[in-house]
């Protein structure tokens, strides 16, 4: 397993953490995903022999918020 966090731009509300984090947890090989509105950072722990960050960022992407 290994842990990365995003800078995640965009991100206001209660219903914006959920959606990223809806999004990121549906993925097959994310283990955890920890939401901080208040800094922008989404930490994600994940199987990198199953998932890479270029489909994180595109599944948060797709939610309508911008990874840096």
């Known amino acids: 397993m290994k842990t990365i966090t995003l800078d995640v731009k965009g991100m206001t509300c209660g219903h914006c953490k959920s959606a990223v984090n809806g999004a990121l947890t549906e993925i097959d090989g994310i ?3 920890e939401v901080n509105l208040e800094t922008g950072k989404v930490e994600v722990t994940y199987d ?8 994180m960022k595109d599944a948060i992407e797709e939610q309508g ?3 840096a």
Do not use: P, T
């Open 48 to 55: 990198e022999n199953k998932i890479d960050q270029a489909k």
């Open 65 to 67: 918020y911008d990874v």
């Open 31 to 33: 283990d955890r995903v």
